[in-house]
C-alpha cells in the first residue's frame, strides 16, 4: 500500500513517540509499504510562536498538508499520530469519502490524557489556564471519525470502546516492541540498591512524588543511591529533595544511544514509574528487558501487568512510593521475583511481531472499502 503518514511530532528516534512512529515507519517499508512521513517542523503554522496555541497550529498545518498530499499523490491510507489531526480527519472524510483508509495510531489518546491530568491538579501544580480551551470535543473526532484506532496498550484501548470512538473490531492495541539487544540478555538479578528514573523532569511523570517520597527513602535508608537518567541538565536537585541527600543522587541528563541506556538499566535495582498517564510507557518495558523490579502506577502496558510482575501504585501520589520501595528494599527475595517475572513477561515485544500484526491489521481494515 502507498500511506501518507502525518505525525504531530518530531520523527526522532532518540524521543519516545518518536521511536514509536519511526520503527513502526521502518517495518511497514521492510514489509514493502510505500509510506511517505511528514512531522511538524514541515507543515505547522507560525512556528515562530513556538509553544503557543500549538494544537491549533498543527491541526490547520496537518489538515492543509494532508489535503496537498492527497490531490498530489494516490495514497491507499492515511495513517494519523495525533488528535490535531480531527480537522484532517473531518476534510478528508468529506472529500473522499470511504475511497481511502483512515487510522488513528494514538501515542495516547488525548482525551483521556486531559481527564487523567485534570483529575490529579493538586499533583501538576498547573492548572488550567483561562486561555487553554477544553479541546476534547473536537479531539474525539481524531479516534471516531476514522476507520481504525490501533492503540498502544490495553489502557487506551478500553477507553476508547467505552466511549463509542469505534465498535471493538476496529480498535487495536500493537504495542511497540523492543530493541534486539534488549531481548534475551543474560541478567544478573543481584544488584546494589539503586533507584531509577529515566524520562522527562515532568509533572505528569509524578515528580512531585518522587521528590517527597525518594527524599524520604534516601534519608531512611543512607546506603541508597538516585540515578535521574534522561531528566536534562536543568533539574534543580535541591528544590525537590532534602539537602542532605544530594550526594546519593546521580543525574545523567542525556542518553541518545539506546544500546548504552540498557547498560544503564542494568545497574538499577528498582526502576519508578508512579505516572500520571502514559500510553505505552516504554521505560517500564526496557527496564524489566534488563531485570529490574518496576515500581509503577497502572497506566500504559503496566495496566495489562499483574501484582507478580510489577509493583502497582495504587495511586502516583505519596506516600505509596515510599511504602512500596521500603518494602522492597527490606525484602531482597521478592524484589529478585518481581524482576524475574517482569523479565519474562516483556521477552514477547518483538518489532517483527508488532509490525507484522500492524500489517495484517491495515490489510484487513482496507480490505473492508472495497466496493
Known sequence: MRILLMSNCPLLESQGSGYVIVNFMRGLQGLGHEVDAFEPREFEWWQRWGGRAKHYRVALGMAVWTLRQLGRRRYDMVEFYGAEAWLAVLLVRWWWRDRILLVSHSNGIEPQFYEVMQAHQTLLQTPRRWYQLNQNGWFRYAFSAVHGVVTQSDYDRTYAIQHRYQ??????????????????????????????????????????????DVGQILLDFPGVRLQLIGVGREVDLAAYFPAATLGQIEVIPFVLDKAKLADYYHGISILIMPSIYESFGLVAAEAMACGCTVVATAVGIIAQCDQDMVWLLPSPGSPHLYRALAALLHDDPLRRRLAQRGYRVVQGLAWETAIATLDQTYHHWHSELQP
Open 167 to 212: 465498535d471493538p473490531d476496529h480498535v487495536r492495541t500493537i504495542s511497540s516492541g523492543l530493541l534486539p539487544h534488549y531481548l534475551g540478555r543474560a541478567v544478573n538479578y543481584d544488584r546494589d540498591p539503586v533507584i531509577g528514573f529515566c524520562g522527562s523532569w515532568i509533572p505528569r511523570k509524578g515528580i512531585t512524588t518522587i521528590g517527597r
